[in-house]
């Protein structure tokens, strides 16, 4: 079921709201009385400064099916279905190679909204919970048990342009939390999309999740209403009540890598120790040194 087990520290013992009234379930906080740092919430990405394509902007058609959207009739799936009859995604394994783009039902189709193809658009659906953890600052678990495959959330803030990136990283000191993300999908004509979100100021409850060498959680880009991708994260194993939730920072994890996404890895100067606990734990956090570029450079004496 959905209630938390009400013994324990981990169960919520107060009405703080982390997400204030903008998911399906409201986020706890741990310990009681403490908040973390103010941010406004949003549970969906919005446009940041730089940004090509506004987030919220319906572009993509809809599907004209009446019924059941099938791989090769709905145009919403291209190639195969994206999810399973428990609303797990399919292909999450390690067989799979790589992470495929899923392309959901929109708010224009025509199929209803129990349409097996819409899930990252219902929401937040477990109990969660921030907490302060004992080295890596504020966490994010869950307070119920989460099957292998099922959505748990996004990683939701400002879409952002590659100069604001850039700009916002300069400012940034070596004791600053870095919320930026930069996804990078290599499409079939050898083109690369980029895609910069930042959490920091305007962002979801993914804005708390900790980086691990062996996490439990997998990054896939969805796309639903536009080309702008909402940042799921899917469940990569079955995960335990109390258990913190976890990805991969650097996109490695059931990802293949060419020599480009390498060379961006590991190459900076500004390493942070990691503390996620992993047994093959890399001893550093990830590192994408092409988005520190300007900063190295005014670093030059």
């Known amino acids: 079921?959905?209630?938390?087990?009400?013994?324990?520290?981990?169960?919520?013992?107060?009405?703080?709201?982390?997400?204030?009234g903008l998911e399906n379930v409201p986020v706890s906080a741990w310990p009681p009385g403490a908040e973390p740092e103010p941010f406004q919430y949003t549970p969906d990405h919005v446009a940041g400064?730089?940004?090509?394509?506004?987030?919220?902007?319906?572009?993509?058609?809809?599907?004209?099916?009446?019924?059941t959207c099938l791989p090769g009739i709905c145009s919403c799936l291209r190639h195969a279905e994206n999810y399973d009859d428990n609303?797990?995604?399919?292909?999450?394994?390690s067989e799979g190679g790589c992470a495929k783009p899923v392309f959901e039902c929109n708010i224009l189709c025509r199929c209803s909204d129990h349409c097996r193809n819409r899930?990252?658009?219902?929401?937040?659906r477990f109990q969660l919970q921030v907490f302060k953890t004992e080295k890596k600052g504020w966490g994010l678990r869950t307070l119920e048990f989460?099957?292998?495959?099922?959505?748990?959330?996004?990683?939701a803030g400002?879409?952002?342009g590659y100069s604001e990136v850039q700009r916002r990283i300069q400012l940034q000191t070596i004791q600053d939390p870095n919320y930026i993300i930069a996804v990078r999908e290599h499409v079939y004509s050898g083109q690369v999309i980029e895609t910069f979100v930042d959490p920091a100021y305007i962002g979801n409850i993914g804005r708390f999740l900790n980086h691990s060498c062996e996490p439990n959680l997998l990054m896939i880009p969805?796309?639903?209403?536009?080309m702008v991708p909402k940042l799921a994260l899917f469940a990569a194993k079955d995960i335990l009540p109390e258990e913190e939730l976890s990805y991969d920072y650097s996109g490695r994890f059931l990802n293949l890598m060419d020599s480009e996404d390498k060379e961006r890895l590991d190459q900076g100067k500004i390493r942070k120790p990691c503390y996620c606990g992993?047994?093959?734990?890399?001893?550093?956090?990830?590192?994408?040194?092409?988005?520190?570029?300007?900063?190295?450079?005014?670093?030059?004496?």
Do not use: H, W
């Open 158 to 160: 400002e879409v952002l």
């Open 278 to 301: 992993a047994r093959l734990c890399a001893a550093f956090l990830p590192y994408d040194s092409s988005l520190y570029c300007p900063l190295e450079k005014s670093n030059i004496s």
């Open 49 to 67: 400064p730089g940004a090509d394509i506004d987030p919220t902007q319906i572009t993509f058609p809809g599907c004209v099916c009446l019924q």
């Open 119 to 124: 899930v990252v658009q219902q929401g937040l």
């Open 87 to 93: 609303s797990c995604l399919i292909g999450t394994g």
């Open 222 to 226: 969805v796309r639903i209403d536009s």
């Open 1 to 20: 079921g959905m209630a938390a087990s009400e013994e324990g520290p981990e169960a919520p013992t107060q009405r703080l709201d982390i997400a204030r």
């Open 146 to 155: 989460i099957p292998k495959g099922r959505f748990v959330c996004e990683y």
